[in-house]
């Protein structure tokens, strides 16, 4: 069941959301609706592989005792020489 919310916000949001909704074929309460269910859906957790990784899982293999960030700051001590 749909029902009504008052917003107050920026003027020019507003028309800039209007502008993105419409050259998006959607009304400006859907894009706000579908925003605010990404925004707070439940199952989705910090640390969700996407489908693009998990496609991609198993392209490279790594160590398992590798120290990412040691690896990092030898790659930043080697380009900052």
Do not use: C, W
Request: hydrophobic share 30%; no cysteine; proline share 1%.
């Amino acid at each position: 069941m749909d029902k009504k919310l008052t917003l107050s916000l920026n003027e020019k949001i507003i028309e800039t959301a209007k502008h993105y909704a419409k050259s998006n074929n959607i009304s400006l309460s859907k894009l706000i609706e579908s925003y605010l269910g990404t925004l707070t859906k439940k199952e989705r957790t910090e640390n969700e592989i996407t489908p693009l990784v998990k496609s991609l899982s198993g392209v490279i293999s790594i160590d398992k005792d590798l120290d990412v960030t040691d690896e990092y700051t030898q790659y930043l001590i080697e380009k900052y020489k």
